[in-house]
């Protein structure tokens, strides 16, 4: 027998109440790996982008669009190295299935966005075919989409000039991420800018928003002040930030996710302090005559601390990264669907692993102190 | 048997239980030889337990001197005493107190988990101590799967194992009939005659104190006769 196998006997004493328990920081840390991952993938653009590129859209929200017209002016700005622009298509696959699709000139986009990988010959037939579209790995995969394909899209924004809500493009290219990352984020559409601006009912000459390609990611600040003195107290004035504030700000329309997620762990992890430290308390409290034995025999009062913060760190270790190897799991199986490229990756293993450590200390440390302080005479006399 | 194994000299010892202070021990003297099966008795409160407390290094006196081996341990901090009596003292109570999750082997090896020796070192030392309590043969039986007089030649072979130099025994017949406490006392006697060893053992049975070599009477927290059992 050694030290960590009387602590696992220790913890099997009450089998039933033992497995409940870890039922329940299994669940906790299955909660805290989905949600977490969440919160990474709302702000994962933000991190793999850096500040390599600007998006500029119009200064009161990016449901206004802006003129192409600023382009020429944007494109002057020292700095710029290239501009692609993009139009929310709101895109509609069949009944109601909601799509990310944009409108974007096809040149641009493979020169802006060097990190969509694609055969060149996909590139030029994406330039060359007016009705043309392409489509990323995953949104290829889920529909079961093949190039050659004339795909019907319905547009709940920009009906054709017919009225007719209902487009139809013929997918001439599936493009790939450079890296496993990109790879993940391949649930976008792109449709030709030009083709789109003609056909469509409303509009011509506008797009939501600018993204600029910087030659210097350090002079970002710079270019996004230039950009917006430029048109300030004009019809169109602008916004100008890096591609993660516009991506968070873009999920932020939906409610502030993180402050969502946090309260939501802070009511899953309240539950649990009280339910797991209540066991580990009555835990101790049932064996304090045991607990003296112990200390008769020679265990000083911090090997009986440890022995019951190694109890309760047991059941958390355990329960926690059981809850997180299933959070793993789901993660993979919603992430390979493709629209929503959930992964429960490192970084929220990393928070997890943190999160298991306070939770063992919070649950474990004063029923430790307690069995650490007990003093033998009284436990033993019952007092 | 002109070694002296326990010396306490003096020793006051006074508890505070709500808002009074109650005295237990009113400097007591008693000197136990190496070797020695003496015998605690006294009324209820007279400080048997206390006194063995003391012998073990389970408390400290209030004022006075508490010498086990030659080492005064009434000036030993927590930690320091929790170690001495890992190496010099064995506990055996009323209750048996085994680790109810433990089989008999487990609860036995337990104090030797203190100790530098290897795990097949750990298995011989248990071994030996149970077969000591004749109980070899239920080395893989849990607690609640032995009689009670088992429990406590467990309990024994626990306080055993570590081959300490006395053994601290309180009521260790209370909770047994005549015919195991017999057993248990017989035991214990073996141990004394045989393997030398230091016996100091609170109890209220007369019976059960004949078994020991000396009988000290406690009233009131002070030492009032000793007389020499008839075993």
């Avoid at chain 1, 290829?140 to 487009?167: E, H, L």
């Avoid at chain 1, 599936?174 to 030709?192: F, H």
């Avoid at chain 1, 692993?353 to 069995?371: E, F, Y």
């Avoid at chain 2, 070797?35 to 290094?57: C, H, Y």
Wanted: proline share 4%; aromatic share 8%.
């Amino acid at each position: 027998m050694t030290r960590t196998g009387f602590v696992f006997a220790n913890l099997l004493r009450k089998k039933t109440r033992t497995m409940l328990t870890l039922l329940s920081v299994v669940t906790a840390f299955l909660l805290f790996g989905l949600l977490q991952a969440v919160n990474v993938l709302f702000s994962a653009g933000a991190e793999f982008v850096g500040a390599t590129r600007l998006v500029t859209q119009a200064r009161v929200s990016f449901t206004q669009s802006l003129p192409m017209r600023l382009l020429p002016q944007i494109e002057s700005v020292p700095g710029v190295e290239k501009v692609m622009w993009a139009q929310w298509f709101g895109a509609v696959w069949q009944e109601n299935t909601q799509l990310i699709f944009f409108a974007t000139d096809p040149g641009r986009l493979h020169e802006v966005y060097p990190e969509y990988v694609m055969p060149d010959q996909q590139w030029k037939a994406f330039a060359e075919t007016r009705t043309g579209m392409i489509v990323g790995r995953n949104l290829a995969d889920q529909y079961g989409w093949r190039i050659g394909d004339k795909v019907p899209i319905f547009s709940n924004i920009f009906p054709q000039k017919d009225g007719s809500k209902a487009w139809t493009f013929d997918l001439v290219g599936i493009y790939d991420g450079k890296d496993q990352e990109w790879q993940r984020n391949t649930n976008v559409g792109w449709i030709n800018f030009a083709y789109f601006d003609e056909a469509n009912q409303f509009g011509s000459g506008r797009a939501g928003t600018f993204t600029l390609k910087l030659a210097n990611p350090d002079q970002a600040a710079q270019v996004a002040q230039t950009i917006d003195a430029m048109f300030e107290n004009s019809p169109d004035e602008t916004k100008t930030q890096t591609e993660k504030d516009f991506n968070l700000g873009f999920f932020k329309q939906i409610g502030d996710i993180g402050l969502i997620v946090r309260w939501i762990l802070f009511a899953v992890f309240f539950t649990l302090l009280l339910v797991v430290g209540n066991t580990i308390a009555q835990s101790v409290r049932e064996r304090i005559p045991e607990l003296a034995i112990l200390k008769t025999l020679g265990f000083t009062d911090g090997d009986v601390l440890g022995f019951v913060l190694a109890e309760a760190a047991a059941i958390c270790v355990i329960g926690g990264l059981l809850g997180l190897g299933v959070a793993t799991v789901i993660g993979i199986a919603i992430g390979s669907g493709g629209n929503f490229p959930l992964a429960v990756d490192y970084r929220v293993w990393f928070a997890g692993v943190l999160a298991i450590i306070g939770l063992s200390l919070a649950v474990g440390l004063l029923p430790a102190l307690r069995a650490g302080r007990l003093s033998i005479v009284d436990a033993l006399a019952g007092r | 048997m002109s070694e002296a194994m326990v010396r306490v000299s003096n020793v006051y010892k006074s508890y505070v239980r709500g808002n009074q202070k109650v005295e237990v021990l009113h400097g007591l003297t008693l000197e136990i030889p190496k070797g020695d099966f003496v015998a605690l008795m006294g009324p209820s409160g007279s400080g048997k337990t206390t006194l063995l407390n003391l012998i073990g290094g389970l408390d400290r006196p209030t004022s006075g001197e508490v010498l086990v081996g030659g080492q005064r341990i009434d000036q030993l901090s927590s930690a320091q005493l929790a170690k001495w009596r890992a190496r010099n003292v064995g506990f055996v109570f009323q209750f048996y107190n085994l680790m109810p999750v433990l089989t008999a082997e487990r609860n036995v090896e337990l104090p030797l988990l203190l100790t530098s020796l290897g795990a097949a070192q750990r298995r011989k030392s248990v071994a030996v101590a149970l077969e000591v309590v004749g109980l070899s043969d239920r080395a893989r039986h849990k607690p609640k799967e032995l009689s009670g007089g088992q429990e406590q030649r467990v309990a024994i072979a626990r306080a055993l194992v570590s081959d300490p130099t006395i053994l601290i025994c309180d009521e260790p017949t209370g909770d047994l009939d005549r015919k195991t406490a017999d057993e248990i006392l017989g035991l214990l006697q073996l141990l004394n005659r045989e393997h030398g060893k230091t016996i100091v053992m609170v109890t209220h049975d007369p019976k059960a104190a004949e078994f020991a070599r000396r009988i000290l009477h406690l009233e009131k927290g002070q030492l009032l006769e000793q007389t020499t059992a008839a075993a």
